[in-house]
């Protein structure tokens, strides 16, 4: 195929769309703010056309407007592309520590993100030849509540932000073992914060027992959470300091200054009785 060929294969089927795809190129082709005018001319659409389209993303915080009949690309783009940034790289940043961390203790580890009211599971460290039933699927995705690395990400939100998940989603439960009340995900979110360590307690899946630690970005904002996964009688308390130590690996390698340490072995041991018990 010649390029021409895949250049217009690759169009958007929506005129609109690439009207506004193609005046994105001429912002993004300049450091300083381009004049109406220009634009216009280099793009060969109307002046009117190109003013209603400008003002469409102007809304979105996709472009700025400086001054009156000028345009740059806004701050929006920057967030996200910041966003897009953070994920492709921990992904990349935490490949090489989960296989390392699989190595000690033979177990799948999960990498997710967040996304909504869910968890995304953004990569996998394990053996197709270990035989294991628990293994999260890449694109795959649960609810907060019923997960460990959920759990990471609800207890980094405020009481307010909590109660409003809550309302939203009505918490669901899986298993007889799932927390459907606030006040039960409430306890289990101030553990969470208290220790460093989220725990899934066959809340998603009977026979399944996971624990996770937060991994965070240069800002010290969580940006993803590391999980091991197990049969439920073979989660090892002596797990958790390792796993810590590999969120904090992984974020200082993200350029987080402040990642949290790993808990001492008896304040882990403390969560899991009170979680068991809970």
């Known amino acids: 195929m010649k390029k021409d060929d895949l250049s217009a294969s690759a169009k958007p089927s929506v005129q609109v769309l690439e009207r506004m795809f193609t005046l994105i190129d001429v912002l993004a082709s300049r450091e300083e703010a381009v004049s109406l005018k220009e634009i216009s001319e280099r793009t060969g659409l109307h002046p009117s056309t190109t003013h209603r389209i400008l003002n469409d993303l102007a809304l979105g915080r996709f472009v700025d407007r400086p001054e009156s009949g000028s345009y740059r690309l806004g701050m929006r783009f920057l967030e996200l592309g910041n966003l897009v940034k953070a994920r492709l790289n921990v992904r990349e940043v935490a490949l090489t520590p989960m296989r390392q961390l699989y190595k000690q203790i033979q177990q799948p580890i999960s990498l997710s993100v967040r996304q909504g009211d869910e968890i995304v599971y953004v990569e996998r460290a394990y053996s197709e030849r270990s035989g294991m039933q628990v293994v999260r699927a890449i694109g795959g995705h649960a609810p907060l509540h019923l997960t460990s690395n959920g ?67 240069d800002q010290g904002k969580l940006i993803a959470g590391l999980s091991i996964s197990a049969p439920a009688d073979r989660l090892d308390e002596s797990w ?12 200082s390698a993200l350029g987080c200054a402040s990642a949290r340490k790993p808990n001492t072995q008896p304040a882990a041991d403390t969560y899991s009785r009170s979680h068991q018990q809970g």
Request: a negative charge.
């Open 151 to 217: 759990k990471l990400f609800l207890a980094a939100d405020d009481s307010q932000q909590v109660r409003a998940y809550a309302t939203r989603t009505g918490l669901p439960g899986k298993t007889h073992f799932s927390i459907t009340q606030l006040g039960e995900l409430e306890h289990e979110l101030a553990k969470v914060r208290q220790y460093g360590i989220a725990r899934d307690n066959e809340e998603l899946e009977l026979g399944v027992r996971c624990m996770a630690a937060g991994i965070y970005d």
């Open 240 to 251: 958790a300091p390792r796993l810590q130590a590999t969120v904090q690996e992984i974020s």
